[in-house]
């Protein structure tokens, strides 16, 4: 087995969220890839595995300290990454096709970027008041600051705050634990002199309860970017930037396209290619 380590929404070097990728790793079971994604510490572990559908160019599993996710989006950019720099050839040129948990997600090259396509929601539509009370106690926000709560599930189960500002999204002070599985997303505009659009936040549990802030997270961005442009909040293009509260400094490139679908952008740098696995 071989790992690569793949860093992803980068905005400069060691900037973005870090990802192990494990190539040749089809003999391992759920209880080994689990393990082994525990021991790595990382918010997400994938093993790029021989696809099982036609139509895809490689087949993805996708893991984080407390389980399986059907889909998630910086391992999605970084696996199709590591895909590309162990040669693997896509048969439509700029274009490949992943197989996860969800099905079929197209990732296409754009410059010295990926972009993944979002998939659709699995549940959307506003918390109710006891979710709502959840997320802002969790979160450690405001009342006031808050100015709409929705659910923006893709996979991992997101519960989206939109807070009035930035500021407001940089300032909040999460818990010390939740219950498994909590995944509690934060986002608000920033002010006119700051290059990104949204700053977003993103805070899950890990097996043991304990809160965990992502660094930059494809799904919620993706999740934020199909509210943000179905309410005329963000039109056809904007940047997001996370991780500021965790010492990265990531940057999201969010897109519609004319048909609709929204594209989830960043920068995808190899840290280290090919470290023998025992």
């Keep these: ?6 860093d992803v929404f980068a905005s400069g070097p060691l900037s973005g969220n870090p990802l192990a990728v ?3 790793g ?3 079971d759920t209880p080994a890839m689990l393990a082994l994604t525990r021991w790595l ?3 997400e572990t994938t093993f790029l595995l021989p696809p099982s559908d036609p139509g895809a160019d490689y087949r993805v599993r996708i893991f984080y300290p407390a389980g399986e996710l059907p889909f998630a989006g910086h391992p999605t950019l970084g696996t199709a990454k590591a895909w590309l720099m162990a040669g693997g050839v896509p048969r439509t040129p700029g274009r490949l096709v992943q197989e996860c948990g969800v099905g079929l997600v197209e990732v296409r090259m754009e410059d010295e970027t990926l972009a993944f396509r979002a998939p ?4 959307g539509g506003p918390l109710d008041a006891a979710e709502r009370a959840e997320a802002i106690r969790v979160a450690g926000v405001s009342e006031d600051a808050v100015v709409d709560a929705i659910h923006a599930c893709n996979g991992p189960g997101w519960r989206l705050l939109r807070l009035r500002s930035a500021a407001d999204v940089l300032s909040a002070r999460p818990v010390a634990e939740a219950p498994v599985p909590t995944d509690v997303g934060l986002i608000g505009p920033c002010d006119g002199g700051d290059p990104a659009h949204f700053e977003l936040r993103a805070f899950f549990a890990d097996p043991q309860g304990k809160i965990v802030e992502d660094p930059v997270t494809g799904s919620l961005n993706a999740a934020a970017a199909q509210y943000l442009f179905a309410a005329g909040l963000a039109q056809d293009e904007y940047v997001a930037a996370q991780g500021r509260c965790t010492g990265a400094d990531g940057r999201v490139v969010l897109t519609r396209d004319a048909d609709g679908a929204v594209w989830v952008a ?3 740098e190899m840290v280290s290619q090919g470290g023998a696995l025992r």
Excluded at 1 to 6: E, I, N
Excluded at 120 to 123: F, G, H, T
Aim: aromatic share 4%.
């Design 22 to 24: 494990v190539r040749g």
């Design 26 to 28: 089809e003999g391992l």
């Design 120 to 123: 659709p929601l699995l549940r």
């Design 1 to 6: 087995m071989l790992l690569d380590l793949v």
């Design 266 to 268: 960043g920068a995808v």
């Design 41 to 43: 510490g990382f918010s």
